[in-house]
């Protein structure tokens, strides 16, 4: 029986051809064709700087560290994530908290961020949002909040390249310091594994491409060793740094697929409405995608009403050949950060959200007859 996940990449032929010039050149990595890719990233979002890392966990990470997270610090973020979102700030040493989401959205809710940070002695230096199944937060609330209360914004957007909130697309960071994109198989457009970090700030910048690899400055102008100017070995290790780098076959990857990236979100959205018109809100909810908008369409996270257990309902799919699978298990549930004294209904919304939702299939390979054998599968569950 054919199976049909949840999630899958599409490779064309043309992406093939294009990793293949990348394998056969001079260069596999640290080449001409990462900068192309990393410029292109720019062009879609309208961010002045971008730099490409090896995965969003490491573009998260780096993003924290850029921003001078260390073990004073303090990171909110939503429990509604996969975890670095939350890991990227214990990297740095920081503690970490949460804040529980909105249910329509499923997004961090501005409100319940308001309270908190109204309530909360110690106020967050850094806050993670997450663009969730690719639907922008309410960047305007959460920016006006940030300069409130003085806290940097990090935007993880790693479902979400290809969307915009009221315009401004998602990357720009018109409403945040650094935004980071994923490109894991699963997502909009893939590398194999990838991320990247866009900013607007010259000196984050600057200190991304640092983190990046190894902490090496190789502009002479910078060097602290003036009498090493003109030696063309020469490099120094400023700060420290990691080989977060992205390679040029998985740039090479990442440049033909954003040259696809509207035929994708395209599919993503037809698909999602297809499940909007053919399921009813009666037994089953979709995300909510507000009017201000426009999502990339990674997830078909859906709600159910039935008091049917989770681990039949996915027994139940797979025995008809679809493989669901759940975003997200709360980040605070899971035993590291239950030993950090996170504890069960800390985040009521978004732990009712994870034992009521499951994903159902969405992305561009998916034909019509797949999309009815869900359609049908799916109700004759729930009806
Ligand atoms: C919201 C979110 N943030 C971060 C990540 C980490 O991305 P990567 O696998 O590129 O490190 C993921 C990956 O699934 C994610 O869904």
Not at 94 to 123: A, G, Y
Not at 228 to 248: A, H, I, V
Request: with cysteine; proline share 3%.
């Amino acid at each position: 029986m054919k199976i049909i996940n949840y999630a899958k990449q599409h490779i064309s032929k043309r992406d093939i051809l294009e990793v293949t010039k990348v394998l056969k050149s001079d260069f596999l990595t640290q080449g001409p064709i990462s900068k192309s890719f990393s410029d292109k990233i720019k062009s879609i979002s309208r961010a002045k700087h971008c730099t490409l890392f090896n995965s969003a966990t490491s573009a998260l990470h780096g993003a924290c560290v850029a921003l001078g997270l260390d073990n004073k610090s303090l990171l909110w973020t939503s429990a509604n994530s996969f975890l670095s979102s939350a890991t990227c700030g214990l990297m740095c040493g920081s503690k970490v908290d949460f804040v529980d989401i909105d249910v329509n959205t499923l997004n961090i809710c501005p409100n319940k961020l308001e309270t908190k940070l109204k309530n909360s002695k110690k106020k967050p230096d850094v806050l993670v949002v997450v663009h969730f199944a690719g639907l922008p937060c309410e960047m305007k609330s959460i920016n006006y909040l940030s300069k409130k209360y003085k806290f940097k914004i990090i935007e993880d957007a790693s479902h979400a390249i290809g969307s915009d909130f009221m315009g401004f697309p998602t990357g720009s960071s018109h409403f945040s310091d650094i935004t980071v994109f994923s490109f894991h198989p699963v997502k909009i457009i893939t590398t194999g594994e990838g991320g990247a970090a866009l900013t607007n700030s010259s000196l984050l910048s600057k200190k991304l491409d640092l983190i990046s690899n190894q902490g090496i400055e190789r502009n002479q102008t910078l060097f602290k060793n003036k009498k090493m100017k003109n030696c063309s070995w020469y490099y120094e290790m400023q700060s420290l740094g990691y080989n977060y780098r992205m390679n040029d076959i998985q740039s090479a990857l990442g440049m033909s697929q954003l040259n696809q990236i509207k035929k994708f979100i395209k599919k993503r959205e037809y698909i999602f409405n297809y499940y909007k018109t053919n399921l009813d809100t009666k037994y089953l909810k979709l995300q909510h995608i507000s009017s201000n908008v426009r999502s990339s369409y990674h997830l078909a996270v859906t709600t159910y009403k039935n008091k049917i257990s989770k681990k039949l309902i996915f027994k139940k799919f797979l025995n008809n050949g679809i493989r669901l699978q759940t975003h997200y298990i709360p980040i605070h549930l899971h035993p590291y950060f239950k030993k950090l004294g996170f504890k069960k209904k800390q985040f009521p919304v978004c732990e009712n959200y994870y034992e009521n939702s499951f994903s159902l299939p969405i992305y561009y390979g998916l034909n019509l007859q797949d999309l009815k054998k869900v359609v049908k599968v799916t109700k004759d569950i729930f009806y």
